[in-house]
Structure formats: C-alpha cells, structure tokens
C-alpha cells in the first residue's frame, strides 16, 4: 500500500511504501507551480527487487497527471538528478519522453539523444547550436557576492579586489557565470 503525507510548513510531500504492514520504502516529493519534483527515494534492501525507483517514478507520473487536472500550469514531471554513470540511475533514462538539461547552454534535449555521447564523456554539452553566451564583463563580474575572506562576510566581487591581496575566485568566476548564467550567478555568494 502507498500513503502520501504532507510535511507539515513546507511544499514537500513524502510517499511510504509498506509491505504487510512493514515500512519498505519513502519517496520525498516536492510541489512547485509548475512541476512534481523527486527529490529523495529511500527503501529497505531487503526489497530491492521490487524495483521501487521505478515503481515510485509511475506514482509520481501519476500523481502530476492528476494535479494538471486542477492546475493546468503543473505539467511537468522532474526526476531529478541523473548520473550515467550510476548504475541505480538509468532507470530515469527509461521514461519516454525524457530529456536532460544541457549543463552549459540550458536547453533541454531527449535523453536518447544524450546516451551515447555520455557513453563517450562524463561531461558533454548537448547543445552544439545554441551559440555561447559572451563572457561576461568586468561590471558583470564585479556585480557578483563573494566571501570577504578576511570578515567571513558575503560583498561584491568588484569591492573583493580592492580589499584582499589574493584573488582566488579570478579564474574560477567566469567560468562560474557561463555555467549557471549570469542571472543565476547573482543569486548567489560565492566561496572558493
């Protein structure tokens, strides 16, 4: 049997598989506007046979089809994370349709596509025509929060320069920006 919970003051709910009358599994899930998202899966070895990543994945399915019904803009199923390399994630690539995000130009492309060139390289950008973005500017870079490291405090990447002799974040930062974007990239403090 499946019992969905809601944890309590978060959009996370968890979903627990029992087998006569013995916890076996939980699937942690979350609940944004527009999509499901797996988060975590857990089960008990002993029952590993019962293939419960896939069995969750269906519930999953499922589950977002049946909430499209009442929030029309919910219509996307997130598997989360998959490594290729990892034998107990291939299951993901299973799923039709399917599609993985290209690490460095953000675009999504059809898992079977992907296959055999990670088969190839553990990392591969998927889309060869979007064209790169530019690198970013000094102003661009100089927007960004990094860790003052002498204060232990977050400031802003052009204010860093000023005040710290070394500077770690130089080569790291642009390539920072080109794979999370530089929206993104501005999100969030950076610490090298």
Not at 85 to 99: G, L, N, V
Not at 150 to 176: G, H, Q, T
Request: aromatic share 16%; hydrophobic share 35%; proline share 7%.
């Amino acid at each position: 049997s499946l019992r969905l919970q809601q944890s309590s003051g978060i959009n996370a709910e968890y979903g627990e598989y029992w087998v006569d009358g013995k916890l076996v599994a939980v699937g942690v899930i979350d609940l944004l506007p527009w999509c499901v998202s797996s988060v975590y899966f857990f089960y008990d070895p002993e029952y590993s046979a019962l293939t419960f990543g896939t069995l969750s994945a269906l519930f999953e399915i499922h589950l977002t089809q049946q909430m499209h019904k009442n929030s029309p803009d919910l219509k996307w199923y997130y598997m989360g994370y998959y490594i290729h390399s990892c034998p107990k994630m291939r299951y993901k690539s299973q799923f039709r349709p399917s599609f993985l995000l290209c690490p460095r130009k953000h675009t999504w492309w059809p898992v079977e596509q992907c296959q055999p060139l990670l088969d190839q390289n553990k990392f591969v950008v998927f889309d060869e025509e979007t064209p790169e973005e530019a690198a970013p500017t000094e102003e661009q870079l100089g927007s960004l929060k990094v860790l003052l490291t002498s204060e232990r405090r977050p400031c802003l990447y052009s204010v860093y320069k000023v005040i710290e002799e070394s500077d770690p974040y130089e080569e790291f930062l642009p390539d920072f920006v080109r794979l999370a974007g530089l929206e993104n990239a501005q999100k969030i403090c950076v610490y090298v």
